[in-house]
């Protein structure tokens, strides 16, 4: 099993993430933290900590872009430019409607986007989308920017736009809320399998009401895809980790 995006140093795991790495080796392959501004530098240590086993993505989630002003993302982009042997890919980064529906706010957001975007492609790595309500525009950039390895982080859009996405040779990323949408439980059932993958955004999206969410509960999204599918559990793993590792490297 992999978790290919979670939030090892954000509060909820934050304050008990080695007791929770250190369960997860004993049934994962790996786990992908996805890091931000505020720990980037921490999440460098983990990587080197737990090599081999915990992974590493570094973005802009459209929260930052909206707090740091123009030298702080600067800064940033150097730090992710000089550690860039050290991650995976570039994300989350994306727009977000439903938390900034202000259209004077949506401008900076999308402008500091597209420079991730173009840093991606300067690194050549994959993109991990965030695309909150704004599904349609994310894919519309990235496929005028041409990008050619990208995901859908927890993607809650329309299925037209799932279908496109599929077409594009991209990456649909179910998460542990998967039950929750019709459209999210018609792609874990009958979406290509080698174009999805599987995630927690831990220490959100529990499927269990009243816990943090951890890694492990990626066990929870293949349980329920091999209901969907009629499908042995294992079979379904063995398609997404191969996925995993062929599109980050691992």
């Known amino acids: 099993m992999i978790d290919t995006h979670c939030h090892l140093l954000h509060k909820g795991l934050l304050e008990k993430h080695e007791q929770v790495i250190e369960q997860a080796k004993k049934a994962m392959t790996a786990i992908i933290n996805c890091g931000y501004p505020g720990d980037a530098n921490e999440s460098i240590e983990l990587i ?7 992974y590493l993505t570094l973005g802009l989630h459209p929260i930052d872009i909206v707090k740091m002003n123009g030298q702080e993302i600067d800064d940033y982009i150097k730090f992710v430019r000089l550690h860039k042997k050290e991650i995976l890919a570039i994300g989350e980064i994306g727009l977000d409607y439903h938390w900034y529906p202000e259209e004077e706010k949506q401008p900076k957001i999308e402008e500091v986007f597209q420079q991730m975007i173009d840093l991606a492609k300067e690194l050549k790595l994959p993109v991990i989308l965030h695309t909150r309500k704004a599904e349609q525009r994310c894919f519309d950039i990235a496929v005028k920017k041409e990008l050619k390895d990208v995901v859908f982080h927890c993607y809650a859009g329309n299925l037209t736009l799932a279908k496109e996405i599929i077409n594009q040779g991209y990456y649909i990323s179910l998460g542990t809320n998967l039950l929750k949408s019709k459209n999210t439980v018609k792609i874990a059932k009958k979406y290509p399998l080698e174009q999805l993958l599987t995630e927690t955004d831990s ?30 559990e294992g079979e379904i793993d063995k398609v997404i980790e191969g996925n995993c590792k062929r599109l980050f490297n691992i």
């Open 203 to 232: 220490p959100f999206l529990s499927p269990y009401p009243g816990q943090d969410n951890i890694p492990q509960n990626v066990k929870f999204i293949l349980g329920e895809m091999s209901k969907l599918r009629q499908i042995p």
């Open 48 to 54: 080197k900590k737990h090599r081999g086993f915990v």
